[in-house]
């Protein structure tokens, strides 16, 4: 009886020391699991915004989005603070000349002006490369009816960093229309042209240089700088057409301190501009920069 009843003590021993074993090695066992899934969790937890970068998430987003942001809206800023920040350091005087505001700025300059566009994309294409080449901007004297025939290449004259001008919506002579009727060429071209870049024209130039006081007026009541020209190419005229080189010595013959130059969008100016930009180069002038003109003519 004794030794049954020792027998029993001893198994039932063996059973809960085995039980005891097996419940330390689950204990053992769960342990690096649960912390596996932690950190699962955790990583899954860092990397969904890390990839959707969606807001709310109470992440920031990722360094390598931050970067690209980084890199991105500076240049579209500085893009735009280079455009604000050019400082108004000429002025038009009353012959339509450009001057300086003070001695600090040269005296030796021009304003580059085509008139009659926007007509075809080859020709704005050479005439922008061209300035590039030059370092140069110009003021892009726009029709109407043609912006609203090509948009796409009023863009491409923005986008290229160039000038665009309002040279009414018709080109036709403006004294000869009632003043509300000219007021409208003149309005109904800022709002095409607002429409299409998202900035309306501050320069007006009648077609054939003709206009009036109510037509000034109208120019300044919508914010622009009325001119005609100091410096006709002829470019326009039967004389010059298809001959490259009277272009380039007519605006020469007629070259002075400030000149504001008259040329269109026409093949034989295209070909012309490369040489007459270098001949005015080495005579020792510079291209203004049109927005540093100041919008009231003194």
């Avoid at 990397?47 to 969606?54: A, C, F, I, K, L």
């Avoid at 109470?58 to 920040?85: A, R």
């Avoid at 003149?186 to 900035?199: H, L, M, N, S, Y």
Wanted: hydrophobic share 30%; charged share 30%; net charge negative.
């Amino acid at each position: 009886m004794f030794r049954h009843t020792a027998a029993l003590i001893i198994a039932a021993s063996l059973l809960l020391s085995a039980c005891g074993t097996a419940e330390e090695k689950t204990s053992d066992n769960s342990t690096p699991a649960g912390e596996s899934t932690t950190k699962v969790q955790e990583e899954q937890g860092n990397s969904n915004p890390t990839e959707t970068g969606e807001p709310g998430t109470g992440v920031p987003e990722p360094s390598t989005e931050d970067s690209t942001v980084t890199e991105e809206e500076p240049e579209s800023s500085e893009k735009v603070s280079t455009e604000e920040k050019v400082e108004k350091t000429y002025h038009m005087n009353e012959n339509y000349y450009i001057k300086p505001n003070d001695e600090a700025s040269p005296s030796k300059v021009v304003l580059l002006t085509f008139d009659d566009g926007p007509k075809e994309e080859k020709m704005i294409t050479s005439l922008i490369d061209t300035l590039d080449k030059h370092n140069a901007k110009a003021i892009f004297f726009v029709n109407g009816y043609r912006v609203k025939s090509h948009p796409e290449l009023l863009k491409l004259i923005h986008e290229r960093g160039q000038i665009v001008g309002n040279h009414a919506w018709d080109h036709e002579d403006l004294k000869k229309m009632s003043n509300a009727e000219a007021a409208k060429q003149v309005t109904d071209v800022q709002k095409i042209v607002k429409d299409t870049i998202g900035e309306e024209p501050q320069f007006f130039r009648p077609p054939f240089g003709s206009g009036n006081d109510a037509l000034k007026s109208a120019v300044k009541k919508n914010g622009m700088l009325y001119m005609t020209w100091s410096n006709g190419s002829l470019d326009w005229d039967k004389s010059t057409k298809d001959k490259p080189e009277k272009v380039i010595q007519n605006v020469l013959d007629q070259l002075n301190p400030g000149s504001n130059i008259l040329m269109h969008e026409l093949p034989w100016t295209v070909e012309a501009l490369d040489e007459l930009l270098t001949k005015l180069e080495k005579k020792g002038y510079s291209f203004v920069d049109p927005r540093a003109i100041e919008l009231e003519a003194r």
